[in-house]
């Protein structure tokens, strides 16, 4: 056999996804608004990985959040349907086993699927944490996790027994450690690979590790024009612990990017940076996140691929979670299943050519008196407006354009609600939503979701309080 017969015959024996499926590196801090990072113009922020990771590869500035609360968001990312759909409308309810998700698809076309940190997919208790291998992991092989806890300096998690294994250090390392166990795995298995890590920092409670709290002065932040002091505000020193918290993901952002660059994978590697929602911050007056404020919906959007985005792009494309799905299966080769509903943007985000949405459509389905969030809304995000209203009236509408601190509500002039009411009222329809989906039991004060048993929706559980006699107040 001469050497061209040879090498045609071992090509053909390797797995095409080692030469031509890229591979995917998906880091999902909780609660990183887009706002916090150097790279989107925040001038407090110190966060030269991912403003390097930025020029590297494509900004897009208007990344939104349909429904910007945890685990709703975590759903629609790996669902790829809204909501309303998937069946997480509220915090600590079980995703059904029998949702299709990305890393199932993935897992089934040959790739390598991974997931480190915070899950909160699984409904009922938060701690200890642990979820078994099998369907309640929809198609992740390699498990590092928990289901939730945010005490970021001595959590612990879980492989595939139920036996929990300490993590005290600041999480953010302790995840990247596993990161690049995970990486590291390259070496002897070829396969392509789909990982995911999802940070608990910057998530509250605001305390950063001494050393990157360090390098911000509280009383020389620069506040947002819109920020307000007062009860439900962090102050100055609960931001530069955010600030902080920010700075220490950064620096484990700055590993993993090191050690795709050691073991020569960057190149077809897809590195992708968003988070599950924002936070409010006292912008406002305002805390947390199920707001429709720029603050709580807007999440970073970074996406590096040497191999086919140029670099130093920034791109005013309004993205949401519900299109990361079919985004991701159709750069990894797969045909996004008819049932996902967002919309395929891969070459529009590779070629700058391609489909555009005209608005995001998002989602709060009910009220939680934690944050302060009054009862559930729709609204939608265009790229010059911002509406949100209630089932029985308007509530919020800005011209972001000419108000980018949403300083003025513009919410009683009909001339402007009536075309966005209009195309809220289509993304309903098309997605299958309707006002009866919104629920008026205070169901996530209290811990009823996850104290107790597990439930798949919210009416499950209600139907399951009545028969125990156990009255759950309402708004």
């Known amino acids: 056999m001469n050497r061209r017969a040879f090498l045609a015959t071992t090509a053909a024996l390797l797995p095409a996804a080692q030469s031509t499926r890229p591979n995917i590196v998906f880091l999902l801090p909780d609660q990183l608004r887009a706002q916090a990072l150097g790279c989107m113009g925040d001038k407090d922020a110190i966060t030269p990985n991912f403003d390097r990771l930025a020029s590297q590869g494509i900004l897009l500035k208007n990344t939104i959040a349909n429904t910007p609360v945890c685990c709703p968001a975590r759903a629609i990312l790996l669902t790829g349907k809204y909501a309303s759909e998937n069946g997480m409308t509220a915090n600590d309810l079980r995703l059904r086993e029998s949702q299709v ?29 642990f979820i078994p291998p099998g369907p309640r992991r929809h198609g ?15 959590t612990q998690y879980f492989r595939d027994s139920p036996e929990p294994i300490p993590m005290q250090k600041f999480e953010a390392e302790g995840w990247t450690d596993l990161a690049l166990e995970f990486l590291d795995a ?42 307000e002091e007062g009860p439900r505000s962090p102050g100055r020193a609960g931001l530069a612990e955010y600030y902080g918290m920010v700075n220490a993901v950064d620096e484990q952002l700055g590993r993993m990017m090191a050690k795709l660059d050691q073991l020569g994978l960057t190149e077809n590697t897809i590195f992708i940076v968003s988070s599950d929602h924002g936070d409010m911050l006292g912008s406002h007056g305002q805390r947390l996140k199920r707001k429709p404020w720029e603050e709580s919906i807007r999440v970073p959007g970074i996406i590096r691929w040497p191999a086919k985005i140029k670099p130093g792009q920034t791109s005013d494309l309004l ?21 996902m509903q967002g919309q395929d943007l891969s070459k529009t985000i ?9 608005s995001v459509f998002m989602q709060i389905f009910g009220p939680y008196k934690g944050d302060e969030t009054e ?6 995000r265009t790229a010059r407006y911002t509406y949100a209203r209630f089932e029985d009236k308007p509530w919020v509408l800005f011209d972001n354009e000419k108000d980018p601190y949403q300083l003025k509500n513009l919410a009683d002039d009909k001339a402007l609600v009536a075309p966005l009411d209009r195309m809220l009222t289509r993304h309903m329809k098309a997605s299958g939503d309707s006002w009866s989906k919104n629920w008026v039991h205070l169901v996530e004060d209290k811990g009823y979701l996850y104290t107790g048993d597990t ?5 499950e559980f209600l139907e399951a309080a009545a028969k125990k006699g156990v009255t759950v107040p309402r708004i």
């Open 186 to 227: 390259t070496k002897s298995d070829h396969r392509p690979f789909f990982l995911t890590v999802q940070m608990g920092p910057p998530h509250d409670p605001y305390k950063a590790p001494p050393e990157n709290r360090a390098k911000f002065d509280a009383e020389k932040l620069q506040l947002r024009p819109n920020y």
């Open 455 to 459: 439930y798949y929706s919210v009416n």
């Open 101 to 129: 998700t990305v890393p199932a698809l993935l897992s089934k076309a040959g790739y390598r699927t991974g997931f480190i940190g915070k899950w909160h997919l699984d409904g009922g208790q938060r701690l200890p944490g």
């Open 350 to 358: 590779t070629t700058g050519k391609g489909p555009a949405p005209d």
């Open 140 to 154: 992740f092989e390699f498990w590092a996790a928990n289901e939730c806890s945010h005490a970021h300096f001595n």
């Open 319 to 339: 993205f949401s979670h519900i299109s990361f799905a079919p985004t991701v299966l159709s750069w990894c080769g797969v045909k996004p299943p008819a049932t």
């Open 375 to 380: 009862r559930g809304w729709r609204g939608v």
